[in-house]
Nanobody
Framework: QVQVAQSGGGSVQPGGSLTLSCVAS????????LGWFRQVPGKQRELVSC????????YYADFVKGRFTMARGDAKDAITLQMNSLKAEDTAIYYCATERLILGCQNYRANEYGNWGPGTQVTVSS
């Protein structure tokens, strides 16, 4: 059974930084992509960043490019999301997810991931 654990998040002023961490377990990670999504009330869950299983390539949504960085942890099934220069519009619940994906991870939407962390609130406000 796949399990996804998250930590990090919180509140910060605009321009500040936060780090999110995610650890997945319960399966052989070789073929599983890992991704970060976010959701605000009334909107669909959107992809923020992901790392493809086969190539290890990282994808970033345009709205976070240059500000957010995804990195692998010491273990292959651990990832972090370093969020810098945070803006008020980054306020959302952030979710870590993993799934066995064939194509590059940027080709898949939230409803195609079957394993989710509980989510963590990120609030950017002055």
């Amino acid at each position: 059974q796949v399990q996804v654990a998250q930590s990090g998040g919180g509140s910060v002023q605009p321009g500040g930084s936060l780090t999110l961490s995610c650890v997945a377990s319960g399966y052989t990670l070789t073929h599983y992509a890992l991704g970060w999504f976010r959701q605000v009330p009334g909107k669909q869950r959107e992809l923020v960043s992901c790392i493809s299983a086969s190539s290890g390539s990282r994808y970033y949504a345009d709205f976070v490019k240059g500000r957010f960085t995804m990195a692998r942890g010491d273990a292959k099934d651990a990832i972090t999301l370093q969020m810098n220069s945070l803006k008020a519009e980054d306020t959302a619940i952030y979710y870590c997810a993993t799934e066995r994906l064939i194509l590059g991870c940027q080709n898949y939407r939230a409803n195609e991931y079957g394993n989710w962390g509980p989510g963590t609130q990120v609030t950017v406000s002055s």
